[in-house]
């Protein structure tokens, strides 16, 4: 039924999307970032730039120096005066060569390693923020453009400095250079020759302001590539079973094809406008010769100027051509800047707090102060939830789907931050607490069980990386997953693959709460952890809850209600409202109680 | 060879010389052949602009050896009349070439990643699970464009500046030999030392791109394990990895900066101690007469328009090479052969008897099988539950059957057909499997739910939507076509296997396969999922993976995988009374007594 245009849904925001006044601001924002960039390298900088111009003045000198060769050293030979001049002027030229030599070799290294460095600089900036940044955000943002902004984007600053820096900084000190030169040389020559110079800054100006809004296309084009990619390979499972292949291939086809546009465009512009480079260059060549030509039979100009002349042209209109190619880079490079400051300047929606309160030995106590939540606004998912526990007792949290158990989960783990009210550890306000802190104390296990590539006992570990391996064994063990790993071709050191791949989901399950039992924390929160186990390792889990949860609060999300009766206490939510809070045994018995009611479908289920 | 641990990960980065450099580049050469005259154009209109520009110098000399000598003014127009001309052709031509040209590169580019996707796309699960898919995106955007980049810029230019570079040689040996012979031999450290640049610079720049993959692949585990790493505030941790990979992608890089820079600057200086030589020289054949002054410029001009071809030779080369590695790593993807490669069987009217007859299966690297001797017999319309502990090959042997793997030994059959002889589009259209996992794409609702069968009419997609318990679906901001968040993320896990059910509901698959698929429904949920399960199962054959009485209870008759294989199968009473293990595994009584206490 559907067409290819239509499989990506509705959504209610489009991230990527940029009015043209908006456009003014993002450079602003690209140039705040560079600066803040290249800051650190200002003195570098400084000497790359004395390097640059000596290059520079070097390579200038050199048809300079073929007019006084042609000028002042042919005369004295054609009157049989020897060659002296002429080979002092040759000595000169070797020199002149060899400065430009050591000048250019300085300044590529130079500047190719800075460049490096503010890549790495710029890598570990957005990682960092990426993390900084709220599950929200990530929700919105989707892993696949979080991975395109961290690899394409910054694949495209690479090019940049791999070629176009060095491109653009000649050009620009070529077109100086070779001005002020041609006007030395001969002002009425000089000013018809750089008669042409409005003509190419006019061009230069067309082609940037039409590239750049090319560029961006192009940008946004391979984003939506590389997101369709990823999901592709990630979901691979689902696409095969499914017999996907064709589908997918249509709509690949299709982002790849408004990609192939997007660049289609790029390449169409330059495609005019080195050619037209390239046009304005000839002419001025060609009039520079005539009028040169004139000027030399009227005795104004030497034949050794005319000839500097013309060099001085082609060694400007040559590297012009090809700036317009490195040029394209510097359009990408700046269209991905904007990407990557806009990212950076995301503000976290979970802030982490400037001053934030000390919490050295956390006793687990929690308290939901009239908190209410809703994702949409207008569409509340808790209204006006008030709820103690002290620390030490475990709260089960029961209810149909979308009653809001899993939102209670997240703001306790802090992945989101109420829209209204407080929720308080020990006293202290989640918003007070510095991450460190915070997750020392809290630590949710979820269904999703992601884990790691790497060995088995690394992903153990991650729950408290300073772990012995001995500690590692054993939180294995306290929680029934030491029997399946050993198993495994080469126990705890067998490595994961992608993904996870060979694991079980009850596997990654149990790897998931061996890596939270080892880091130990005050809280734990347990969101449908126990969903893909089966009963006697849900039963070996249980079994070592019950002594892992003695000592510590826990908040524990389940449909199963055999996860409940460890619990001390359940709650019963309906529609973002508690309806029934006690002990399990006395809600049981209230007659025609939710949870009784619960229980009863329950107990009958397993008949 | 692909990457199969992470401590080798790149064991053709070891041996780049293993491939005769530049065969994977000259492999896809086919990818250019609707382009053929594109490619004529293009060389036609080079060949030209580089007459053009050789010829502009030519009359620069005819002008100074002509009326500037002889003070003939009226001539100088006629001469730079013509000099303007040639310009303007020049110019011309290179804008023909550059339209031609755009189309070609992109098309080339396009169609490649068209083909690289199709080929990932259809190469089995135990590829997948082997790649990391940072790498695989690395190929797919990183080197394509690379690659895009030299068969437009790169190659065209190359030809160009030899060409320019051996004309204009040939030209300056007419002009005047002593001086040309000069200029052509400096060609010649320029040669050498470009084929010893590519020696070291192969090898840098390959290690430079699988850097760049292993930093893709930290970065999209951060991405995917955004939740865990929060949950456990370890961001440290996983900023460490990335940035130990990211360092030694700098220094890399940093290496790799040296080393052009040190042929860039010689490329350059060479042309420039060619024309000290040249302008010594000619001055001094031009004091004694045997030169004009007219050709010494003409000279000299023609020289230095040499700079740039030579000079711009080095990135040219640096990106050729590039280009080389780069196409090394699309093929060595292009050419893996998929293991799962379907028959040409197709069964005319399936019953969907499902045989499994002395199935073994291991992983590649395993030292044994997962799962050995499984024989299991399913009648057309009946469903068995397939009950074992975590970890003990029950998802893996669902996966058999519509072959997101392959046996290792026996064979799984359909009416008597051996899987491995039907074509694999018919097989998976026989075969539908609601994961325990569901995996759901940033798509529509319905693109989601409809992701088996897209031409479902909407009365089935409602109904298979109802059976699913799915119905959520209706209420959300755009009904079925508001877009699912990635991994549907927005969704609740409970919300997600629903989704994923219908899904499989929809497909009205002849064999049904239900992975644990309602392991995170509440028991009311679940409850009314298996009452429309039932009537959907009654017409299907199926296979349900299941750790809870309540879920066993859909079946016919009940399998207990044990040890790798199966050691009991019949009624889930049955079982129960007479086989302790599967007590063991499915009793409630335990549950029960924990519940009333």
């Known amino acids: 039924m559907s067409t290819a245009a239509d499989w990506r849904g509705v959504a209610a925001e489009s991230q990527d999307d940029f009015t043209d006044r908006v456009t003014l601001l993002l450079r602003d924002r690209s140039r705040r970032l560079l600066t803040s960039l290249l800051r650190p390298h200002r003195r570098i900088l400084a000497v790359v730039l004395a390097v640059v111009l000596v290059e520079n003045a070097a390579r200038l000198a050199i048809p300079y120096l073929v007019k006084e060769g042609i000028d002042r050293g042919i005369p004295p030979m054609q009157a049989g005066e020897g060659s002296s001049v002429l080979t002092t002027i040759t000595v000169v030229v070797l020199m002149t060569v060899a400065v430009q030599a050591v000048a250019r070799q300085a300044f590529l290294t130079m500047s190719g390693q800075v460049g490096q460095r503010v890549l790495l600089e710029l890598r570990r900036r957005l990682f960092r923020h990426f993390q900084r940044l709220s599950p929200a955000f990530h929700d919105r943002y989707t892993s696949g453009r979080m991975i395109s902004r961290m690899t394409s984007d910054i694949e495209a600053i690479d090019e940049m400095l791999d070629t176009g820096f060095d491109g653009l900084i000649n050009a620009a000190l070529t077109l100086v250079g070779t001005a002020v030169l041609l006007l030395v040389l001969d002002v009425p020559l000089g000013l018809v020759a750089l008669g042409s110079f409005p003509l190419l800054l006019w061009l230069s100006a067309w082609f940037r302001r039409e590239s750049a809004v090319a560029y961006r296309r192009t940008r946004e084009t391979v984003a939506a590539v590389i997101v369709h990619f990823v999901e592709t390979m990630t979901g691979i499972r689902a696409v095969q079973a499914f017999r996907r292949e064709t589908r997918n291939e249509e709509i690949f086809g299709q982002v790849n094809d408004d990609y192939r546009l997007a660049n289609m465009r790029a390449f169409r512009l330059i495609g005019l406008f080195m ?248 809280v734990l929160i347990l969101d449908e952890a126990t969903s893909s186990l089966d009963v006697p390792s849900e039963r070996l889990v249980q079994r070592a809850l019950r002594t892992i949860l003695a000592s510590r609060t826990a908040i524990i999300i389940a449909h199963r209600l055999s996860t409940v009766e460890i619990a001390d206490r359940v709650l019963v939510l309906e529609d973002g409202t508690v309806v029934e809070d006690g002990a399990p045994a006395a809600l049981i018995a209230s007659e025609g109680g939710r949870y009784a009611g619960l229980h009863a479908a329950w107990v009958e289920s397993l008949a | 060879m692909p990457p199969t641990t992470v401590t080798h990960p790149h064991p053709a980065a070891t041996d780049p010389s293993r491939r005769r450099a530049g065969t994977s580049l000259w492999r896809l050469r086919g990818y250019l052949a609707p382009y053929v005259w594109a490619l004529v154009v293009m060389a036609v209109s080079a060949v030209g602009t580089v007459a053009a520009a050789l010829s502009i110098p030519l009359v620069v000399r005819a002008i100074i050896d002509g009326p500037i000598t002889s003070g003939d003014r009226a001539a100088i127009w006629p001469l730079g009349l013509l000099a303007l001309l040639l310009g303007a052709v020049e110019a011309g031509l290179i804008l023909l070439r550059r339209w031609v040209q755009a189309s070609a590169v992109l098309g080339l580019e396009t169609t490649l990643r068209g083909d690289l996707y199709a080929k990932l796309d259809s190469l089995p699960m135990a590829f997948h699970a082997r790649w990391q898919s940072g790498q695989l995106l690395s190929r797919v955007t990183i080197d394509l464009s690379t690659i895009r980049r030299f068969s437009g810029f790169g190659l065209l230019f190359l030809v160009i500046n030899i060409i320019q570079l051996f004309a204009t040689v040939a030209v300056l040996l007419n002009l005047y030999w002593p001086l040309g012979l000069v200029v052509a031999i400096a060609a010649v450290p320029i040669i050498w030392l470009s084929r010893s640049f590519e020696h070291g610079y192969v090898v840098v720049s390959r290690r430079v791109q699988d850097q760049q993959g292993d930093v893709a692949s930290q970065v999209e585990e951060a991405a995917l394990g955004m939740r865990v790493i929060r949950a456990f505030g370890r961001r440290d941790l996983a900023y460490d990895k990335y940035d130990r990979q990211a360092s030694q992608l700098f220094d890399s890089s940093v ?343």
């Open chain 1, 275 to 522: 050619p037209g480079i390239k046009l304005i260059g000839n002419v001025t060549i060609a009039i520079t010769l005539i009028y040169g030509a004139y000027r030399t039979l009227d005795g104004a100009v030497t034949i050794g100027a005319l000839a500097a002349f013309l060099i001085y042209l082609r060694q400007f209109f040559e590297p012009m051509q090809d700036i317009s190619q490195f040029y394209n880079t510097f359009q990408s490079a700046g269209a991905a800047l904007e990407k990557l400051s806009g990212v950076l300047e995301e503000e976290p929606d979970v802030p982490e707090p400037s001053r934030p309160v000390p919490l050295t030995e956390p006793h687990g106590t929690v308290h939901f102060d009239d908190v209410r939540f809703e994702y949409v606004e207008h569409r509340p998912v808790l209204q006006a939830l008030d709820l103690d526990v002290p620390a030490g007792q475990t709260l089960a949290v029961v209810g149909a789907t979308g009653a809001g158990k899993t939102t209670i989960a997240k703001l306790m783990a802090r992945f989101y931050d109420p829209s209204g009210g407080r929720v308080l550890l020990d006293g202290i306000d989640l918003r007070d607490l510095s991450e460190t802190d915070l997750r020392a104390a809290v630590v949710m296990v979820t269904q999703e069980n992601f884990v790691f590539a790497g060995t088995v006992a690394d992903n153990i570990r991650f729950g408290r990386p300073a772990a012995s391996d001995a500690e590692v064994v054993a939180a294995a063990e306290a929680i029934g997953a030491d029997a399946f790993i050993a198993d495994l071709p080469e126990g705890y050191q067998t490595r994961i693959e992608s993904r996870g791949g060979r694991l079980s989901a009850g596997q990654r399950q149990l790897v998931a709460f061996a890596r939270a039992f080892l880091a130990d924390p005050a």
């Open chain 2, 255 to 597: 290496a790799k900066v040296r080393l052009s820079a040190r042929f860039w600057t010689f490329l350059e200086i060479i042309p420039n101690v060619a024309l000290a030589i040249v302008l010594l020289l000619g001055a001094i054949a031009v004091g004694n007469g045997s030169l004009s002054l007219g050709t010494l410029v003409a000279f000299i001009t023609l020289m230095l328009s040499l700079v740039w071809p030579v000079a711009s030779l080095g990135v040219i080369l640096s990106m050729a090479q590039e280009a080389m590695t780069a196409a090394d790593r699309v093929v060595e993807v292009l050419d893996t052969k998929s293991t799962i490669v379907g028959g040409d069987r197709v069964l005319d009217q399936p019953r969907g008897r499902l045989r499994f007859e002395g199935v073994g299966f291991a992983f590649p690297d395993a030292d044994r099988p997962l799962l050995r001797d499984v024989d299991l017999d399913v009648a057309p319309g009946e469903t068995v539950a397939v009950v074992g502990a975590t970890g003990s090959g029950k998802t893996t042997l669902t996966a058999l059957v519509p072959r997101l793997y392959d046996v290792t030994t026996g064979r799984v059959t359909i009416d008597g057909v051996d899987v491995r002889e039907l074509t694999i589009a018919s097989l998976r259209q026989l075969v539908a499997t609601a994961f325990e996992e569901p995996t759901l794409f940033s798509m529509s609702a319905r693109e989601n739910v409809t992701l088996g069968r897209p031409d479902a009419p909407e009365a089935d997609i409602r109904e298979a939507l109802e059976v699913a318990q799915a119905s959520f679906v209706h209420d959300l901001p755009w009904g079925l076509d508001t877009r699912i968040g990635e991994q549907g993320m927005s969704l609740s896990g409970g919300q997600r296997q629903r989704l994923a059910l219908a899904r499989a509901v929809l497909a009205q698959p002849r064999i049904l396969v239900l992975d644990d698929t309602l392991s995170a429904l509440d028991v009311h949920t679940e409850a009314l999922v298996e009452v429309a399960l039932r009537a959907v199962l009654r017409d299907a054959t199926g296979i349900v993976v299941a750790h809870r009485a309540s879920t066993v209870l859909l079946a016919d008759k009940v399998a207990l995988l044990e040890g790798g294989t199966i050691t009991a199968v019949g009624r889930h009473s049955d079982l129960l009374a007479t086989v302790p293990a599967y007590r063991e595994l499915l009793s409630a009584d335990a549950d029960l007594a924990g519940a009333a206490a």
